[in-house]
């Protein structure tokens, strides 16, 4: 079982920044691929984010050239870092790991973006 912990939501104005952290559990982080989901009222759970054991990365393209994904397996953290955000962002985040065929979810952390 993979715990996950999310922090670094708020709210924040159009054009500021954000850095989420996902904290997981687990010995083998290093071999989990990692992402960010967002989920607004009213609408689908999408994607926001990914990146893999082997630091590669995907992007939604709604947020590409503005958030950057990254992970530091020394601290089983993986990060989002939202820049230039705008009110279309905001959502409850979660963090996702994926690990030998399961799917972990955290409790999400709100952002709020006011125009």
């Known amino acids: 079982q993979v715990q996950l912990v999310e922090s670094g939501g708020g709210l924040v104005q159009a054009g500021g920044s954000l850095r989420l952290s996902c904290a997981a559990s687990?010995?083998?982080?290093?071999?989990?691929?990692m992402a960010w989901y967002r989920q607004a009222p009213g609408k689908q759970r999408e994607l926001v984010a990914r990146i893999f054991s082997s630091g590669s990365t995907n992007y939604a393209g709604s947020v590409k050239g503005r958030f950057t994904i990254s992970r530091d397996n020394a601290k089983n953290t993986v990060y989002l870092q939202m820049n230039r955000l705008t009110p279309e962002d905001t959502a409850v985040y979660l963090c996702?790991?994926?690990?030998?065929?399961?799917?972990?979810w955290g409790q999400g952390t709100q952002v709020t973006v006011s125009s």
């Open positions: 687990g010995s083998m982080f290093s071999s989990y691929a």
């Open positions: 996702n790991a994926a690990y030998r065929g399961n799917g972990y």
